[in-house]
């Protein structure tokens, strides 16, 4: 008997898949393809038992109709924009969203460093710590306390803020979603293709041109994959049209950012702070010009060793083929819709 097929159709770079089809279970025969030829897929789905898409990789009716095995399409993320559910639906083929645990866990990265970056925090931490004020303390009580001791003013809320999210993949989506509850003014998003307007209104998020996020944002998310149109492409010229005082928090590709330039906004003030997870070079050296600016706590720089995912783990990357596992064993799935 042979294994079951599974089409996974995927925008990753070869690491990532290499690292996808490392754990992958044993009986399947995977087949990973990267933006494939209308022909070549075609071909490829005439025996086809299985499907994952996740990002753009459409699943449309023609591709359902010419895949005669097929029983299951997962996607990979938290919308089914480009999956034909009615399509699938009329040939009795199950279709399942099933969350991307990678993305929920470099989205609550993200949002914790755009609040400590907001709230000065590794200040705070350096003030507390080394408690090197020469006051007299008093035992606390109801009426007695050092409210705001050192007189800090510029301890800042995502409450009111224009967010502008660049790269607006899945890790933008599951960033929007834990924004809400903050009441930020409006999240505005950039991305090749525009997300349906059902999207944007119960993601809550706002459509606009690269320019327009970049000069209208207090807080700038930049989630851009690399390419030879993102190489360095947040530099001098971005940060020269940020809003004075904004801060921007990078958990794309390292070299998106052209660090010297944002050392430069740094220290001229242009900008009040920045978070990174990732760097050109990668790891950090003890001498690099970031390192040396963030271990000023009054640079308001945080930097993470690339540990936005790092909770994810073998376990959390074999969890892409989790409703698939259960479909092959016969056990009821977790994420169908429908």
Not at 263 to 283: H, M, N, Q, R, V
Request: charged residues 20%.
């Amino acid at each position: 008997m042979t294994d079951p097929r599974l089409l996974f159709l995927t925008d990753r770079g070869e690491r990532h898949q290499l690292d996808a089809l490392n754990s992958a279970p044993s009986g399947l025969d995977v087949m990973m393809k990267r933006r494939l030829p209308t022909d070549e897929l075609m071909a490829l789905l005439s025996s086809v038992d299985f499907i994952i898409s996740e990002r753009s990789e459409a699943v449309t009716a023609d591709m359902i109709a010419h895949a005669p095995n097929l029983t299951l399409i997962v996607r990979l993320g938290s919308l089914l924009v480009g999956i034909d559910t009615e399509a699938a639906r009329a040939k009795g083929v199950r279709v399942s969203l099933q969350p991307v645990l990678g993305s929920i866990y470099v989205a609550e990265h993200v949002l914790m460093m755009i609040i400590a970056t907001l709230k000065h925090l590794a200040r705070s931490f350096w003030q507390a710590n080394s408690a090197d004020h020469g006051m007299e303390a008093h035992r606390t009580d109801e009426n007695t306390f050092a409210f705001n001791w050192l007189n800090v003013q510029d301890i800042g809320s995502l409450f009111g803020k224009t967010v502008s999210i660049l790269g607006m993949g899945e890790i933008g989506v599951e960033l929007a979603r834990r924004l809400v509850p903050f009441r930020p003014a409006v999240v505005l998003y950039h991305k090749r293709d525009r997300y349906p307007t059902s999207v944007e209104a119960d993601l809550q998020i706002t459509y606009a041109d690269m320019l327009n996020c970049v000069r209208r944002a207090d807080v700038l998310v930049t989630l851009l994959p690399f390419a030879a149109q993102t190489d360095q492409s947040i530099n001098a010229n971005t940060f020269d049209m940020m809003k004075p005082g904004a801060i921007l928090v990078h958990a794309g590709s390292g070299s998106v950012i052209d660090e010297a330039a944002l050392i430069e906004a740094l220290k001229s003030g242009k900008l009040s702070g920045a978070a990174l997870d990732t760097f050109e070079y990668e790891p950090l050296s003890p001498t690099h010009p970031l390192v040396a600016l963030a271990r000023d706590p009054h640079s308001n720089l945080l930097l993470t060793p690339h540990t936005a995912a790092a909770s994810l783990g073998a376990v959390g990357r074999a969890d892409d083929f989790s409703e698939i596992v259960r479909a092959v064993r016969g056990e009821p799935l977790k994420y169908v819709v429908g």
